[in-house]
């Protein structure tokens, strides 16, 4: 094939074609990843948001377990005055 001294030239945009197309193959996985963890990451955050309205009930657990000692606490003072 004679390309009329540009044989250099067309190696060159050979070269240069093949290279973006390698390019293009390696970066389409990492992109198709990132959208398939995108969306899990959302859907991973929605549950967390769930986990902490489902749980926000315990910030008060130290409230309930002291009234629970203070009511234990009446009850037996109670009991030891009836002689129990």
Known sequence: MDFGGHTGWVLGYVIGLVVVLVVV????PILLLA????TQAK???????QAEKNTS?????QET???ALAIIAGLKRGRNRLGG
């Open 65 to 67: 377990i002291d009234s």
């Open 25 to 28: 193959a390696l970066v389409v």
């Open 35 to 38: 959208a398939r963890i995108g």
């Open 57 to 61: 009930a315990l910030a008060n657990l």
């Open 43 to 49: 859907s991973i955050n929605d549950g967390l948001g």
